[in-house]
């Protein structure tokens, strides 16, 4: 009973982690109606800004954050306004294959710069650290928090979506890119500033994924993955849809890692395809076909 | 003096020529009405004069500038809004906040959240609802009150009747003087040239793309406007004269 509750919450503080990785795919989809193949390699340009920083600055590598969430959310706004927004179209195909080409020039410069070396971010004794829950269970406190900011995350977006004048625009550019025009309102400026707050999670899911494990130039391609998995599961377009992926996709790889080790991945994977195959639209859609 | 007048206005939808040379104008404090059939060019001109269609720089001036050519949210700032066919809310936001949404472009004037929900007191009863929760009428109302936030010197509206039952279309026209009386000209798109003939000053009518008829409202005769809709004295005119006085 103790292992089958410890598998549970493992899955459950895994899957905030994918819910951070998620949550800036999830927000500029339900924006902008595109999906950035370049999501993952972002993460990790994230973790490599951090490690930049780190490098100058003896700070904590969560300290770091606070260098890098403004430095990949302006990446993200002038990547946005000079080069995604000229691909926006009905034809989903031009910003598939410009992220594509992203993914690929981001990862070939992070290995020109960095090398190919596996890299981390030491999180000192926040790594090891954990909260004794009886005598077989254990919480460890950085995955905790992980899961902590992914939850503070959604819910600072969603009052942000629900409350402010921007969070308005956002959601009515949404609805309708072309009569959004005629409320004043610059529809590539929002598209700009959507992707800035959702590089801003980026840079943040990149912090927290150097802490987690080691990282290389390539390991973009598995995140956008586990990030597009959540996503899916979820439902387009919701924000808390993506929480609940990102815990389902957690629970099912750390239950196939419990079966057999070398079986975790694949476990995630069929749960999405099980997902995939009751509820096409994912759990909780939100996103309207017009 | 004019707000408003177009010179040789051409503007094509996709491949297709739209409009052929339309002159127009219309002045401060009026209220002009365009009819014409299907496809007679009446929503690509609107479009067109709110920036949703591209034209030449010059050919559109506004209060005294040329303003063709330009943006959507540029042209919306310096006082021209449009009450788009089919109502287009945004399904994502509430009554409360297609209205809000509207007055973004930042002008000052007369409307208000307050003054909006005095001409159609329905909206603050249901100002927590979707936009797209509401009848079409009350839908209708949330597009004029919406267009009316951004506080503009000319309204556009396009198609306010379509689909609608006679009674709450009445009801729609029936805030039309307080909307002049607040100092705004308006455009009106009409298919219901009886209704259209009842609210407007002077009239235009299109066909395939070109003005076949201008004049007041007062002044043109069932005749002259059943060929310029219909191209020649068709049978159907008689169907298309009723409402129109004599």
Known sequence: MASVIDTLIQGLLLGGLYALFATGLSLAFGVMRFVNIAHGDFIVLGAYVALAVLAVLPVPPLAAALVVVPVM?????????????????????????????????????????????????????????????????AIGVFPLLTLGIAVALILGLQLLFARTALGRALRATSDDREIVQLMGVNPKMIYGLAMALASATVGLAGVILGMTKAFDPLLGPPQLLYAFEAVIIGGLGSLWGTLAGGMILGVAQTVGFRVDPGWGVLFGHLAFLGVLLVRPTGLFPKTRDR | ????????????????????????????????????????????????????????????????????????????????????????????????????????????????????????????????????????????????????????????????????????????YAAMPAIVAAGTAVIVVEQDIGQALRVAHRVYCFQEGRVSLAGDADALTRDQIAEAYFGTSHPIAEEAGHGIRH
């Open chain 1, 73 to 137: 959310a302006a990446a993200g706004y002038v990547v946005q306004r000079y080069m995604l927004n000229r691909t926006v179209s009905r034809d989903p195909l031009p910003a598939l294959l410009v992220t594509f080409g992203l993914s690929v020039i981001v990862q070939n410069v992070l290995l020109e710069v960095f090398s190919g070396d596996t890299r981390r971010l030491d999180a000192g004794a926040l790594a090891t650290a954990s909260i004794g829950l009886g005598d077989d269970l």
């Open chain 2, 1 to 172: 003096m004019n707000l408003l007048t177009t010179q040789e206005l051409t503007a094509f939808y996709g491949d297709f020529q739209a409009l052929y040379g339309i002159d127009f104008a219309i002045d401060e404090g009026e209220v002009v009405a365009i009819i014409g059939a299907n496809g007679a060019g009446k929503s690509t001109f609107l479009r067109s004069l709110t920036g949703l269609n591209r034209v030449a720089r010059d050919a559109i001036r506004f209060d005294g500038e040329p303003i063709g050519g330009r943006a959507p949210h540029d042209i919306v700032k310096r006082g021209i809004a449009l009450v788009p066919e089919g109502r287009r809310l945004f399904p994502s936001l509430s009554v409360e906040e297609n209205l809000v949404l509207g007055a973004n472009p930042g002008r000052p004037g007369p409307w208000s959240l307050q003054r909006v929900c005095e001409l159609f007191p329905i909206l603050a009863e249901r100002r927590r609802s979707p936009g797209t929760a509401l009848s079409g009428g009350q839908q209708q109302m949330v597009a004029i009150g919406r267009a009316l936030m951004s506080n503009p010197k000319l309204l556009l509206c396009d198609e306010l009747s379509l689909g609608l039952a006679p009674t709450v279309i009445k009801d729609i």
